[in-house]
């Protein structure tokens, strides 16, 4: 009766241990389409906004249209239309229109 116990354990722990394997998967699957792909943006990102350089055309996350005039370790001053100038976050900066081709 005793090794009956000890073998319906032993075959119980093995079960729990085939019971991670589908989360363990689920959370691969996420890493590579969800996770890995973001922390690649944002390298991006990072990147991009380092590379800024005066008269540079940009956008701003509250979709102010302007140029940089001048740039700091962490504020960015740009002009918008009409000479105003606004000193933004250099993190509020998400791209650079200097390509792109305006829409009518």
């Known amino acids: 009766m005793n090794t009956l116990f000890i073998v319906l354990q032993a ?3 093995g ?4 019971g991670l394997w589908p989360m363990l998967l689920i959370i691969v699957v ?3 389409f969800m996770i890995r792909p973001q922390m690649k943006r944002q390298k991006e990102l990072k990147a991009f906004r380092d590379s800024l350089k005066k008269g540079d ?3 701003t996350t509250g979709g102010i249209y302007g140029k940089v005039v001048e740039i700091n370790d962490f ?3 740009m002009e918008v239309e009409g000479g105003v100038k606004l000193k933004v976050d250099k993190s509020a900066v998400i791209k650079d229109m200097t390509d792109a ?4």
């Open 30 to 32: 996420m890493w590579f």
């Open 15 to 18: 079960q729990g241990l085939l």
């Open 57 to 59: 055309k940009i956008v």
């Open 101 to 104: 081709t305006p829409s009518k």
């Open 11 to 13: 075959t119980g722990a």
């Open 75 to 77: 504020t960015i001053l």
